[in-house]
């Protein structure tokens, strides 16, 4: 074998150029080395450098944001030991235990002696006093399904003085108690799901709460009710979409956003003194004929604020025809619906599904209420496919009596569009009325169904509803989307 012709480097020679062999990332300064370490996803990643240098070894510890989401769960009180306590401060801790790996078919809830690193109310009790250790100011604590099982969970929550934002995540309920004479001077913001907890005794220590979200979550005190009375809160979220609240009751001076989703099977008791409140977003869910008209009843009723400017806030009523609900004791109709309108609204959407009954006595009895009619700028009618179906007797009752004579008094609407128009005769008569009561309406769309579009009879008789009225500008669409006629002026 030939030797070489490269000449060797001499050993007195000294290295240069960027592969000289020298530990240039650990001679950084160590603020530099935490920023670093920062942009990592996780505390575990950052831990894991220590193999690269024993510069970097425990140096994630002195991190201020720290951030758990592979570690496992029985090696997460070992690694908040390994962490000083301040100073540095500690910003943020956040544990969101990975989800474990399940195999087909296993469920996600398994037996006890199927799991033997379940989270017990004192395993996760010692946790939560070593994250209060570190007197963090934010904590987001969330524990997957497998941990905790299908079996209510108690836990203490000790002392965070100086924290300003606790999250508790839990994906089945836990009882959640305070500490006697605990108080909470910092905390602006406080997130429960799945919370079993005394809510006023929450409220009466958080002297500085501004936000509140609640997330299935029950009080002893008041059952399924959702109560909360706070001078500071301006920010209340609860979603209650699994139990059925029977009464709303909300006394916050300062509040500005209000969100609340909830389902009731009752007549539902409703009070908001929010004076300040700019946005809501209202969503109840009914279970039952308890709000009724007619064989009209109401299933959801959904008032949302403009998110953005030139956006109008909106009142959407989901209703539906059943003969059942003729038998049915219903109150008083209007005074329920008025309930829910705990903020101003422009646009009324009207969501009918009426199995081929009569509609418009119904939405001309809405209209006459006197908080609808009076605000109302803009109204839609949609009519869902399966309102299509099914048909009605010669004699059924959903025809309204005297209501075509009536006149109401619509004075702010200016547009309305229908959305699956049909060609019925009450049909027609309600296009009539609300042209005949509506003097500042400037224009109104009509959607077609695909029998209608097919119909030459339907579309002329629009086609002459909308001739004798000159100062609306009216457009004719059929089923497909397809521009059929208009009138403007």
């Known amino acids: 074998m030939e ?53 970097w070894s425990g140096l994630w510890a002195r991190l201020r944001q720290i951030v758990f989401r592979d570690v496992p ?29 399940r195999l087909r078919g ?5 037996k006890p002696n199927q799991n033997q690193d379940r989270a017990g109310s004192a395993v996760v009790k010692s946790l939560l006093r070593a994250v209060a250790r570190l007197a963090p100011e934010k904590l ?8 905790i099982g299908r079996h209510r969970l108690p836990i203490d929550l000790p002392r965070f003085d100086g924290a300003t934002s606790i999250a508790l995540d839990f994906p089945s309920p836990f009882s959640l108690r305070v500490p006697a004479g605990a108080n909470f001077p910092a905390l602006e913001a406080l997130s429960l799901t799945y919370c079993i907890t005394d809510l006023d005794a929450w409220l009466s220590c958080c002297p500085r709460l501004r936000k509140l979200r609640l997330c299935r979550a029950l009080f002893p005190n008041h059952k399924c009710d959702i109560r909360v009375n706070s001078p500071s809160l301006q920010e209340l979220v609860v979603y209650r979409e699994l139990s059925l609240t029977q009464h709303v009751d909300v006394v916050a001076p300062a509040l ?34 308890y709000i009724v008209f007619g064989l009209w009843g109401i299933n959801k009723l959904q008032l949302q604020t403009a998110e953005r400017q030139g ?25 329920e619906i008025e309930k829910h309108m705990v903020a101003a609204f422009s646009v009324l959407e009207l969501h ?9 006595g119904f939405v001309f009895h809405l209209l006459g209420m006197d908080r609808v009619g009076c605000g109302t700028q803009s109204l839609k009618v949609i009519l869902r496919k399966s309102a299509m179906k099914g048909g009605c007797s010669p ?45 500042m309406l400037k224009r109104m769309i009509v959607k077609l169904s695909q029998e209608t579009s097919a119909s030459n009879d339907g579309c002329t008789k629009i086609y002459n509803i909308f001739e004798a009225c000159s100062s609306v500008e009216c457009d004719v669409y059929g089923n497909s989307g397809k521009y059929m006629f208009g009138m403007h002026y």
Request: glycine share 4%; charged share 20%; aromatic share 8%.
């Open 3 to 55: 030797a070489s012709s490269v000449p060797r480097q001499s050993s007195t020679q000294e290295p240069d150029g960027p592969c000289d062999g020298a530990d240039r990332i650990s001679a950084l300064p160590d603020d530099l080395l935490l920023d670093v370490l920062a942009r990592l996803p996780c505390a575990g990643a950052a831990a894991r450098t220590g193999v690269l240098s024993r510069r």
């Open 73 to 101: 769960f029985p090696s997460l009180e070992a690694a908040l030991v390994r962490i000083p306590t301040p100073p540095p401060a500690v910003s943020l801790i956040e544990i969101r235990v990975p989800p474990k790996q």
């Open 106 to 110: 296993e469920s996600a809830f398994p």
């Open 140 to 147: 987001v604590f969330r524990l997957p399904s497998y941990l």
């Open 256 to 289: 500005k956003e209000l969100t609340l989703s909830f389902s009731t099977k009752k007549l539902i008791s409703i009070s908001v003194l929010a004076p300040l409140v700019e946005k809501v977003s209202w969503h109840c869910c009914y279970s039952g004929s």
């Open 311 to 335: 956006q109008l806030s909106s009142l959407q009523i989901h209703a539906y025809a059943d003969t059942s609900f003729l038998h049915a004791e219903a109150g008083n109709f209007a005074q």
């Open 352 to 360: 009918l599904t009426a199995k081929g009954h009569a509609f418009a």
């Open 395 to 439: 004699l059924c009752p959903c025809e309204f009596p005297n209501w075509k004579p009536q006149i109401i008094c619509l004075a702010a609407l200016e547009e309305v569009e229908f959305n699956g128009f049909e060609g019925e005769d009450h049909e027609f008569d309600l296009l009539k009325l609300i042209l005949g009561c509506a003097p």
